[in-house]
T-cell receptor
């Protein structure tokens, strides 16, 4: 619910603009990454994933970029819409263990 | 949506009482997970299961126990609830442990007074 968004960094974007949400990871052995979207009162929803043998992957209106050199992951949302307002967080695979999740970024779309 | 049902969706209880949360899946996935989500911490893994009767601890397992007697059901129990366990609890499922996405239920909001 609303408590998910407290204490999170916030990105405010004008409707129609592109959004870029960033995620840093620390484990150079991580080889699989996922972006999730979480709307208020709901569980996290899978958006897109990428494996370490790729630098870029595109979905519908979303693109994930992976920079293994600086251990950085980004999610780009094209033509941001009010329905994109949510908390977004990344997850990484640190070897043969369950996924590890980041704390998230709140995206706020200004109409 | 992945076939994951969490029950109850909301619960208020008192310190010291036992609480059991249920996660039910219809996907026949091998792995099931329990997380808690708190402001400033994101999702933290409590316990997970990799098969019937096979479970392992996560990062915040103290005060929690789990059981999985059937593929489709994963129970989380707070033997004696404390106020620090007030949180939103999410169940997730996946086919494999680490290189495929997990899919989540809609959570249980638990308040311990």
């Amino acid at each position: 619910g609303e408590s998910v968004g407290l204490h999170l960094p916030t990105l405010s974007v004008q409707e129609g603009d592109n959004s870029i949400i960033n995620c840093a990871y620390s484990n150079s052995a991580s080889d699989y990454f996922i972006w999730y979207k979480q709307e208020s009162g709901k569980g996290p929803q899978f958006i897109i994933d990428i494996r370490s043998n790729m630098d870029k992957r595109q979905g519908q209106r979303v693109t994930v970029l992976l920079n293994k050199t600086v251990k950085h992951l980004s999610l780009q949302i094209a033509a941001t819409q009010p329905g994109d307002s949510a908390v977004y967080f990344c997850a990484e695979n640190r070897g043969n263990t369950p996924l590890v999740f980041g704390k998230g970024t709140r995206l706020s779309v200004i109409a | 949506d992945a076939g994951i049902t969490q029950s109850p969706r909301h619960k208020v209880t008192e310190t010291g009482t036992p609480v059991t949360l249920r996660c039910h899946q219809t996907e026949n996935h091998r792995y099931m997970y329990w997380y808690r989500q708190d402001p400033g911490h994101g999702l933290r893994l409590i316990h997970y299961s990799y098969g019937v009767k096979d479970t392992d601890k996560g990062e915040v397992s103290d005060g929690y126990s789990v059981s999985r007697s059937k593929t489709e059901d994963f129970l989380l129990t707070l033997e004696s609830a404390t106020s620090s366990q007030t949180s939103v609890y999410f169940c997730a499922i996946s086919e494999v442990r680490s290189d495929q996405p997990q899919h989540f239920g809609d959570g249980t909001r638990l308040s311990i007074l």
